[in-house]
């Protein structure tokens, strides 16, 4: 549901039904202070980065206006044994970043700058191309409901190319109407940037900087990359695993949406601005009005779930509606937390990626949460449709996150979610696990809603305006369509497996007929038209393989390096494209082959069923090409 906009004049202080109908949390066996939370880390901490081979990471703690606790775990420099600090470390908490960007869009929607619901074309010097009837504004942005595909390419180039370079050229499909459909979008945050410095006439590190930063004493903060001089030595490094060697800066093209360096020390004023109505330390760098707007629902997929904020996202647990939001860069993990009705802010963040078993943040977090806001959820009565609503829901899911219009879109189907039903009557999604590495149990609790089993993460359903049914997850700024047809990654797989499968085989029992022809003394006898359908159709099976080969180097290269994929690995990829086509062709060949061998009357059956099942290959792998954007020729992903 699209909530409509509000004013920051009379901003909506509306909070979810979820938080609503929750009794208050019992009283804590532990208090909150610096003492508790002290022997709480000191014990967590130290045997969290052991287990999951993390170099090093930092914990703050702040509550009602004052940091409470901040600390440094490990190292940030494991070869040189530089402990991580508070006040001297600086840690790349990635998405974070948005967060000051999108309080910069508030300050100038505060001096009349900008609208959060005019056509963001008219602060552009370039145009977002019109689609669905709907221009999109910097609500729809903040909201991540833009509508655009997701774009990886250039995030993380060997050099720097200037903001206005990145959002002209890099312009990604609208793929949903704006207001709508929740897709994570680091391109229209990037946008949003772009949009503060045409505004303010500022380069966006400079406005950042001037209103930001310097109100709010921030003084080992930067989106600057490569790190400014004075700040370089204060820098952790980033490691896979804490036991490997460190890896080099990360530079981030979309620079708005994830460039930030900052100390645990800095980012707390941030915060503390932000739980207290926009101001810290009698510095006002958003007006009350303003900062509550910025914190309140502003588009929700469900009443009774987690809803986007204007940036922030919802985290309703133990009984408090939270806001916040993490961030990832490829060595570096982040979260920050504000629960606003306890005055209470939490940052940590990882330098090192870790063993990813399970997720060492949300483990803290709600190891935190339950040691000092103790809660239970209420008992909820048994859904008499529970069976049922069960196997409506089962089926995969394609998330609104991800891609359709380019050859990534194997990723995004490969990589679906999977909902079944178990025998008691709940359901799993396999892609939240538990502690201990099973995957997590969710009960019906309402019609279309399902609660964790012994937890309190909810997994709800829809049916949106096609009557597709729409999952809608914890994470408001993204949902999953189930999926049918192409969609379908089981689908996918059955189609890749088989044609390969038969395409490996066709090119194996090449040479293997020819050896057994030889060693019998046989001849081969074969017209002239027949021979070349034959022979065409073996090196159409020759040509799919290529173009398979040149894709998994190419996705190989993209997952392993943020600066993409190089001119070489380019070059390869068009090589196979081109194969690729005459492979489609050969398709078409390789059916006309297989006719000829059913009209062959000396033609053993094994022989006909061999050349039937090669076209029924090579037609099937043309389909995957031609479905999922393999044989076209734009390459901007």
Known sequence: MWVQPTSPATPSAKTPARAAVIPAPPAGTHELTAEDISAFLDGYMPLQLAREDIAGAVVLVMKDGKILFSKGYGYADVKKKTPVTPD?????PGSISKLFTWTSVMQLVEQGKLDLDRDVNDYLDFRIPPKFGKPITLRNIMTHTSGFQETAEDMGPKNLKPLGWYVKTHVPPRIFPPGVTPAYSNFATTMAGYIVERVSGLPFNDYVEQNIFIPLGMTHATFRQPLPAALEPMMSNGYKLGSQPAKPFELIQPW???SLSITASDISHFMLAHLQDGQFEGKQILRPET?????ARAFENLPSMNAMALGFYEETRNGHRIIGHGGDTAWFHSDLHLIPDAGVGFFVSYNSAGKREIDPRGALWH???????????????????????????TGRYLISRGFQTNFMRVFSVIGEPKVFPNDDGTITMNMFKDLNGQPKRFREIAPLLFREVNGQSLLGFKRNEAGDLIMVIDYPFMVGRQAHGSDDSQVIQVVLIFSLGVLLLTLLAWPVGAWIRWHFGKKLELSAGQRWPRLLTRLACVFDLVLVLAFAVFFMTVMNSMSGAGAAVHLLLRFGQLLGWLGAFGALVALYNAYLSWTDRGLWLWSKLGYSLTA??????????????????????
């Open 616 to 637: 029924l290959a090579c037609l099937s792998f043309t389909w995957f090409a031609l479905a999922f954007h393999l044989l076209g020729w734009n390459l901007h992903y």
């Open 291 to 295: 900062a509550r707007l910025m914190h």
């Open 256 to 258: 708005p949406a994830g």
């Open 367 to 393: 190891a935190f949460l339950d040691r000092y806001f103790p809660y239970e959820p209420p008992q909820a009565e048994t859904v008499a449709t529970a069976a049922q609503d069960a196997r409506t829901v």
């Open 88 to 92: 001297g470390t600086l840690f790349r």
